[in-house]
């Protein structure tokens, strides 16, 4: 594999503040590894993957839905703008080489089910253990590890 590993972190949209705190802690471990973290770029588990790996000194890429820079978060490094509303998903995922999927509702499981279908590694943080293909894991460093096994 050529480059930075890049992983996508997937969640919530929601401003939850667990899922929010799960996702900074994959985002900082992955940034601290190496990886560069792709995510939707907006809110949530977004922002947490995001903030995660800014403040390890790592890149972070946003696949927005929209066609406005404006509304990704802060940590973004590179923004993408799709214009593409859900279907901007399969961008997040085909654009990475594993995906860590944290709770969330149906646009991460569309996320969750396109990686599947295009061979991607899949682990589930505390989330998607009854889906047949996602491995799982109990914490951030566990989930990091297991990915970073798959795509080496």
Known sequence: MSGNIQIAVVGSGKNDEQIESLAREVGRILAER?????????????????????????TVVGILPGSHKRDANQFVD???????????NAVVVGSADGVIALPGGPGTLSEVALALKMGKPVVG????????????AHSSDEAVRLI????R
Do not use: P
């Not at 590179?78 to 901007?88: E, P, S, V």
């Not at 943080?125 to 799982?136: F, P, R, T």
């Open 78 to 88: 590179i923004i993408i703008l799709t214009g593409m509303g859900h279907a901007r």
């Open 148 to 151: 970073l096994e798959e795509v």
């Open 125 to 136: 943080l505390s989330a998607w253990a009854d889906i047949e293909g996602v491995k799982h």
């Open 34 to 58: 190496g990886c560069v973290v792709i995510s939707g770029g907006r809110d949530g588990a977004m922002r947490g993957a995001s903030q995660g790996a800014k403040e390890a000194g790592g």
